[in-house]
C-alpha cells in the first residue's frame, strides 16, 4: 500500500511528530489526479455542515484545494535538529477556522483554545474520509488555533507592566513562522497593547527557570527568555520611556535578577540566570545601537561563563511597533 501523510496544524501523523511548513513552490502547479479535488470539495460540504452547527460555537471548512504550487513540505523534529522532507504531489489542503472568525488570527474572543479537541476531530475527519474516498496521498489542514499563556508568565509580565497584561506563546513553529510581524525578533508588542507574543519555544524556557536543572534546557536560553518576557513587559508598561529600547532595556536587566527569583529560582539560580542574561544584554547592546543607554548603571555580575552562542535562526532585536 502506498504510504499517505496527513499535516494536521503543523504536526505529521502516522510517519512520526514534526513541525511542519512549505519550503519549495514551483512556478507551476503540483499533481493532483482526477477527481480527487472534486472529492474534497463533496467532503467539505458534508462535514462542514456538521460542524458548523457544534454547540458552544462551530467551526467552518474554508478551503478545499490541491496543495498549489507547494513542492515539498519541511518536517522538524521537536528539537528542531532534524530535517526531512515530503513531496506535496497529490495532496489536498483544508482550512479551517473558528465561525465569524478571521483566520489565521481570529479574534481571542473567537478562537478556539489549544485543549480543544474539536478542531483536532475534524481535521482527523476530513483526512479519513479524503483518503478512502480519493487517491490524494497527502492531507494538509493547518487549523487555527490561539497562542497559549501561562498564569506564571502573565504575573510576571503583569507585575513590570504595572497592569494586567498577556504573555501569548505560539503553540507551534508553523505559527510564528506564520506571524508577519514575528520575522526575526525575539518577541514583539504594539504600542499601548496589553500583550506581547513571545518567540516559539521561549516561554516553555522560562517556566524551566525554577527547576534544579532547568529542566535540561541550557541555562543561557532560560535567561534569554525571562530577559526577553521582562523586556517585553516594560514596554507594556504605561510610562514616558516605554518606546525607547534603550531605556526599555536598561530597565530589563536592571530587573532580571528579580524576574528570576519571580519565577521560582533560587537565589544562586538567580545569579548563574543573571550572568547569561548581563552577556546576552551586552550582546544586543553591540549589535544594535538603539539598544545601548549611556550610564545604564546595571549591575555587572561576578566572573561569567562562556558567552552564550548565537541564535540558530539569526533572531535579532525585540521589538515593539
Known amino acids: 500500500m502506498k504510504p499517505r501523510a496527513i499535516f494536521i496544524a503543523g504536526v505529521l501523523l502516522a510517519v512520526g511528530t514534526f513541525t511542519a511548513f512549505p519550503v519549495q513552490a514551483s512556478p507551476t502547479a503540483s499533481t493532483l489526479e482526477p477527481g480527487s479535488l472534486a472529492r474534497a470539495h463533496t467532503i467539505r460540504a458534508q462535514i462542514g455542515a456538521r460542524y458548523r452547527a457544534l454547540p458552544g460555537g462551530g467551526l467552518a471548512i474554508t478551503e478545499a484545494s490541491s496543495t498549489g504550487v507547494v513542492e515539498s513540505f519541511a518536517l522538524l523534529?521537536?528539537?528542531?535538529?532534524?530535517?526531512?522532507?515530503l513531496p506535496a504531489d497529490n495532496g489536498i489542503y483544508y482550512a479551517t477556522c473558528p465561525v465569524r472568525a478571521t483566520c489565521p488570527y481570529p479574534a481571542r474572543r473567537l478562537a478556539r483554545p489549544a485543549a480543544d479537541?474539536?478542531?483536532?476531530?475534524?481535521?482527523?475527519e476530513l483526512a479519513l474520509h479524503t483518503f478512502l474516498e480519493s487517491s490524494a496521498d497527502v492531507v494538509v489542514n493547518p487549523f487555527a488555533n490561539t497562542d497559549l499563556t501561562f498564569p506564571a508568565l502573565n504575573a510576571l509580565a503583569s507585575h513590570w507592566a504595572k497592569r494586567d497584561v498577556v504573555v501569548e506563546c505560539p503553540a507551534s513553529l508553523e505559527t510564528w513562522i506564520a506571524d508577519k510581524n514575528a520575522g526575526g525578533t525575539w518577541a514583539y508588542t504594539f504600542r499601548d497593547a496589553d500583550w506581547t507574543r513571545i518567540k516559539v519555544g521561549l516561554c516553555e524556557a522560562a517556566l524551566a527557570a525554577e527547576q534544579p536543572d532547568y529542566g535540561g534546557i541550557e541555562p543561557w536560553l532560560v535567561a534569554i527568555a525571562v530577559h526577553v518576557i521582562t523586556h517585553e513587559s516594560w514596554h507594556l508598561r504605561l510610562w514616558q520611556g516605554r518606546r525607547d529600547e534603550a531605556r526599555v532595556e536598561c530597565k530589563a536587566i536592571r530587573s532580571d535578577r528579580r524576574s528570576f527569583l519571580r519565577l521560582g529560582a533560587t537565589p544562586d539560580q538567580a545569579d548563574d540566570l543573571y550572568s547569561w542574561a548581563w552577556a546576552f544584554h551586552i550582546r544586543q547592546a553591540k549589535l544594535f545601537p538603539e539598544y545601548r543607554l549611556k550610564g545604564c548603571g546595571a549591575k555587572r555580575p561576578g566572573p561569567l561563563s562562556p558567552p552564550p552562542p548565537p541564535p540558530h535562526d539569526g533572531s535579532g532585536p525585540m521589538a515593539a511597533g
Open 77 to 85: 523534529t521537536p528539537d528542531l535538529l532534524e530535517t526531512r522532507f
Open 117 to 124: 479537541l474539536a478542531p483536532h476531530r475534524l481535521a482527523l
